[in-house]
């Protein structure tokens, strides 16, 4: 639905995004995340055509972005990092105009406004006016509005920013069901959000991709699983339990990690086995032999690094 | 076509929600009253003559403030993303926001409709001269709003747009009142460059190719830029 193929944006000299690529299939979800600056509304602002890229390729529901902009916008809802509001209209008024703006039929305007407000939970605040909502019903009406014209393709830019705990588990329930349907790319700070809500993850950093793929697949390239493993020898220093694994040949680094081990390995050898039998033959007691897959917060800050952070 | 009218709708809205539009009203028919009062008193003639030049010139001063918002408010609060990604082209909103600041236009000439009854009730006015009074008048709108709107899509800055739109107009004028200093062949030529001398025509009666030609000249080559400015703005 979504194909992006090495696009690179510069102004001027600073490079914003560069050879950037990703595809998204139909009806998924995908999470845009990076630090501040990497080029996250960059891109979505490249994929929506407001702005031309400076090389490479884009195609949005069939269209090609440079070649058939006009068509891609049909087929696109976009919130904007800041919702897009005229502050003087109330709500309903403000939808009225962006469904004149994408020409729904006339018939259809009023209907899609209600649908709309009933869905994103805009329900009898069609008088009030935008300027004196709070966030988060400004990012409510925002959202509206990228949804008026039921587009196949939904690019919402940091759609929970500024949204107070229960605002977003509705926002997350909102997207979660347009899913399926649509075809979403969404960018976030918030990492748990990406991993509720998206099978698939771009993150983006100084404006290169740094990982993408499988939530499963960016975590274990950011930083390898690892194992907890816990041992009881009695009489024996810890120091030397920590030798004895370290000797196992599917082993590479053991560090203590509280009253455990940590564990780790080449990719792809798992050294478990190994550490039963040998703690078995020592006759050592097993308590705890644990995968632990490294959470997205920490495969971002592996790969971005802390000073960003 | 569509587009263009839901621009020019909401923008009119927000002319008359706001207390931008009486403001403008307000100011626009005061000033207008006291050249109409000037004229008559000067002159004594049951005409707008008078009126009419002066007002022209206010225009200059007045219409820039009116279209100052329309895109460097919009490149501010961020709507301005969601026109360029709507489908529609720059020109329907170029040409919507162009019409909207012209409608306010139109009923501020409208409002001045009672200096024409005041004239009618004491005097005989030759209406045909105050019909193409009122076309010159407008046609100067419709440049004005033009030269504004192209200093308005220039920045961000509303009040810079606005400065700049006067800055921006004032040669029309200026060449006019600078053209006796330099001689009589350099004065006809730049006679011609300013905008008063044509507008006299209409005030005189006449309806001249050559005038239209020039408020039609000015009026599309301030809106072409401003396309211009809005698709060069994606590209920096």
């Known amino acids: ?309 | 076509m569509t587009a263009t009218f839901a621009i020019l709708k909401r923008e009119l809205l927000t002319y008359f929600v706001s207390p931008l539009a009486y403001v403008f009203l307000g100011v626009f028919l005061f000033l207008a009253g006291v050249f109409f009062y000037l004229g008559i008193a000067l002159t004594g003639e049951a005409s707008l003559r008078v009126m009419m030049g002066n007002v022209s010139i206010s225009l200059m001063f007045v219409l820039p403030m009116l279209t100052m918002r329309h895109f460097a408010e919009e490149q501010k609060t961020g709507t301005f993303e969601m026109l360029m990604t709507s489908p529609v082209s720059p020109v329907a909103i170029l040409v919507g926001k162009w019409l909207a600041s012209l409608t306010l236009c139109l009923l501020m000439l409208l409002g001045t409709g009672l200096f024409v009854a005041i004239l009618a009730y004491y005097g005989e006015p030759d209406w045909g001269v105050i019909a193409t009074s009122y076309l010159g008048l407008f046609l100067t709108c419709g440049v004005f709003c033009a030269g504004g709107l192209f200093a308005s899509s220039l920045t961000d800055d509303q009040v810079a747009a606005g400065m700049g739109g006067i800055v921006l107009l004032m040669p029309l004028w200026l060449v006019g009142s600078a053209s006796s200093l330099v001689g009589e062949e350099w004065q006809a030529r730049l006679d011609h460059l300013a905008l008063l001398p044509h507008l006299r025509s209409f005030t005189k009666g006449v309806i001249d190719t050559a005038d239209l030609s020039y408020f039609a000249l000015l009026t599309f080559g301030f809106l072409f830029l401003t396309f211009r400015t809005l698709e060069s703005r994606r590209w920096r």
């Open chain 1, 1 to 309: 639905m979504i194909e992006v193929e090495h696009l690179t944006k510069r102004y001027g000299a600073f490079t914003a995004i560069e050879d950037v690529s990703f595809s998204v299939p139909k009806g998924h979800v995908l999470g845009f995340i990076g630090p501040n600056g990497a080029g996250k509304t960059t891109t979505m602002r490249v994929l929506t055509g407001f702005l031309p890229a400076t090389e490479g390729r884009a195609v949005v529901a069939g269209f090609d972005v440079f070649e058939d902009p006009v068509e891609v916008k049909r087929r696109v809802g976009y919130l904007p990092e800041t919702p897009p509001l005229y502050r003087e209209l109330t709500v309903g008024e403000y939808l009225r105009f962006c469904a004149e703006l994408r020409d729904l039929p006339r018939a259809d305007r009023l209907r899609r406004v209600g649908e709309v407000m009933e869905r994103v939970g805009l329900r009898g605040w069609e008088r009030r006016v935008l300027g004196t909502l709070s966030k988060g019903y400004r990012q409510r009406v925002g959202l509206a509005q990228a949804l008026l014209h039921n587009p196949p393709v939904l690019i919402l830019d940091e759609p929970t920013s500024g949204l107070d705990p229960a605002q977003n588990v509705g926002v997350r329930e909102l997207i979660a069901g347009l899913a399926g349907d649509h075809t979403i790319i969404l960018s976030t700070h918030i990492l748990p959000e990406v991993e509720a809500l998206c099978a698939q993850v771009v993150l983006i950093n100084k404006g290169k991709i740094a990982a993408s793929g499988t939530m499963e697949a960016v975590r274990a390239q950011a930083a390898p699983a690892y194992y907890r493993v816990s041992l009881h020898a009695a009489g024996v220093e810890p120091a030397a339990v920590a030798r004895a694994v370290g000797a196992l040949a599917e082993v590479k680094v053991v560090q203590p990690d509280g009253e455990a081990l940590r564990v780790e390995s080449e990719p792809g050898v798992d050294p478990r086995p190994a550490i039963a039998s040998m703690a078995v033959g020592r006759g050592w007691g097993v308590s705890g032999l644990e995968r632990t897959i490294p959470t997205l917060e920490e495969a971002f800050l592996s790969i971005v690094g802390r000073e960003g952070a």
